[in-house]
């Protein structure tokens, strides 16, 4: 009788250099079944044009044509009936999965990987965890809320509808773009001196929230008596 068990758990937002990518690749590595003779891995790396294989983090490290930032990356390490997947779901998130005869050692390396993840996260993670539905569901909210409070506080007020038209669209927006602007993994393969470069996504995603909340002061002032 074979029996295989296989856990997994979404990750965080989070961002890894080369130096500590290597150090999880060789933290899943020691976690394997002593006697392991035969150890298969590979590390996919997909760019827009291109997606580049490596059979181990070695050749990874050699390779010397790659952007300065990867977002896109799989890791997949199989010895006997254990095997280790790292990977990104169509919707962009990313999941650990392990897969064992061994129920404790699954667990075991899946929270492992997750604790590392959690150590590494992106300020922005929570916001990758609002999925399209939910985003749509608070736009719904947020206009309802904002309908009722103005009929019962201020029946005569109207609503800047450009404004609102705005706020919303910036809502849609954020959402649509979070997958490219708000990445779900990032491997620094080169950090940049230019702080511009290496905080473009933080002064983005700063840039839009100001953007959100100046459309919806201007939208609600007169509702507020704001001067």
Not at 19 to 26: G, I, K, P, T, V
Not at 59 to 72: G, Q, R, Y
Not at 162 to 183: D, E, H, Q, R, W
Request: hydrophobic share 45%.
């Amino acid at each position: 009788m074979e029996r295989k068990i296989s856990r997994k758990r979404d990750l965080p937002s989070f961002s890894m250099d080369l130096a500590q990518f290597e150090s999880l690749y060789n933290k899943i590595i020691a976690k394997l079944s002593p006697g392991s003779k035969t150890i298969l891995t590979s590390i996919v790396i997909t760019l827009p044009s291109e997606e580049i294989t490596f059979d181990n983090i070695d050749e990874l490290k050699a390779f010397t044509d790659l952007p300065s930032k990867i977002t896109k990356l799989s890791l997949m390490i199989i010895s006997g009936l254990e095997s280790i997947y790292i990977y990104s779901s169509p919707l962009g998130k990313y999941i650990v999965r392990a897969s064992s005869n061994n129920e404790v050692w699954c667990v075991g390396i899946v929270e492992m990987v997750v604790s590392i993840a959690v150590l590494n996260k992106k300020f922005y993670s929570g916001v990758n965890k609002i999925d399209s539905f939910n985003s749509m569901l608070f736009m719904i909210v947020t206009s309802m809320i904002i309908g009722v409070s103005v009929q019962l506080y201020k029946p005569d007020f109207t609503i800047n509808f450009y404004a609102l038209i705005s706020f919303l669209f910036t809502i849609c927006l954020m959402n649509y773009v979070k997958g490219k602007y708000l990445p779900f993994f990032v491997l620094e393969v080169n950090k940049s001196d230019n702080i511009f470069k290496r905080y473009s996504v933080e002064f983005m995603t700063v840039s839009t929230i100001f953007i959100a909340i100046g459309t919806l002061i201007i939208m609600l002032t007169p509702f507020l008596d704001l001067p």
